[in-house]
Each structure stands twice: as structure tokens, then as C-alpha cells.
């Protein structure tokens, strides 16, 4: 018999007599749910109802990430603000969000972000911006926050038939 110790091979694992093979299930809430989709980018089935329901002239935010990940927002009025200001339209409560940090300005079917010489700046897909135009899927990050655009699917499709 030759000694595996010795030899340098391998050792093989027995499972201990308390060890069992059946499958295990865990459950997992919403808000786990909504972190894992901002992690690979993806949307979940509730928000993509969402997005396909919006209306002309409309647009969504998803928060990816920050302390209140999966939430919506509606865009729906030519200029939502965006602040840790209460009477802000999206209060995003957070140190590192400015009281007025920044605007979602909409022209007709299109929606720019407008930053308001905030502290800590507002990010297009990564870059500091003053103003940009969004488009759909874009991230913008305003402090710890990052918020994907989703534009109305009756606009995209009237854009692409252009």
C-alpha cells in the first residue's frame, strides 16, 4: 500500500455521516431581488411592465444603486427636480446628494439631465456633465446614486420609424 501523504497525491474528502445531498431552498425578498437586477443591469418582469406602460412624452428612473435601490420614478412634467431638498420632486436622501443637485428637463419626447453646480457633480454614463441629452438605458448618477433612463416605448419605436 503507498502512503498518499508521501507521495504527494491528492487526498481525497469523505463527506461526514451528518452530511446530506437533498436539495435546500432559500427565499429571498424584493428589495434583494432589486439589487441583484441593478447588479447585472437587468430590469425585473414588475418594472418592465412599467416601462412598457409608459406613456408619450414619458420616461422612468430606476435606482440601481444607492440606499433605496429598485425605486421608480416617473417623469412626466418638462422639469423634475432632483435633491436632498424635502420639497424636491425626487428626494433622494443621502450626504453626498446637494440639496438642488440637479434637473430633469423634458422637450417633448426627449429629457436632458441638467446639473445645478452641485458639490459632488452629475454623471452621464460615467462622465461629469453640465447638461446632456439622455437616452434610453443610459445611468446617470447624482451622489452614491445611480439611476437608469428608460424612455416611453411608444417614443422609441416613433424614433426608429424615422
Known amino acids: 500500500m503507498i502512503d498518499s501523504k508521501k507521495t504527494n497525491e491528492p487526498q481525497r474528502k469523505v463527506a461526514p455521516d451528518n452530511y446530506s445531498?437533498?436539495?435546500?431552498?432559500?427565499?429571498?425578498?424584493?428589495?434583494?431581488?432589486?439589487?441583484?437586477a441593478s447588479l447585472d443591469g437587468g430590469i425585473t418582469a414588475e418594472e418592465q411592465e412599467a416601462i412598457a406602460a409608459l406613456p408619450s412624452g414619458s420616461a422612468l428612473l430606476v435606482v440601481r444603486r444607492?440606499?433605496?435601490?429598485?425605486?421608480?420614478?416617473?417623469?412626466?412634467?418638462?422639469?423634475?427636480?432632483v435633491g436632498r431638498h424635502p420639497n424636491a420632486d425626487i428626494f433622494l436622501d443621502d450626504v453626498t446628494v446637494s440639496r438642488r443637485h440637479a434637473e430633469f428637463l423634458r422637450h417633448g419626447t426627449k429629457f436632458d439631465v441638467k446639473d445645478l453646480v452641485s458639490l459632488n457633480?452629475?454623471?452621464?454614463?460615467g462622465v461629469r456633465i453640465d447638461t446632456a441629452l439622455l437616452i434610453d438605458g443610459a445611468e446617470v448618477q447624482v451622489g452614491k446614486f445611480r439611476l437608469t433612463f428608460y424612455a416611453s416605448r411608444h417614443d422609441l419605436k416613433l424614433l426608429a420609424s424615422e
Open 66 to 81: 444607492g440606499p433605496n435601490a429598485g425605486a421608480r420614478f416617473l417623469l412626466d412634467s418638462d422639469v423634475t427636480t
Open 121 to 125: 457633480g452629475t454623471y452621464f454614463d
Open 21 to 36: 445531498d437533498t436539495d435546500t431552498t432559500m427565499t429571498f425578498g424584493q428589495e434583494f431581488a432589486a439589487q441583484l
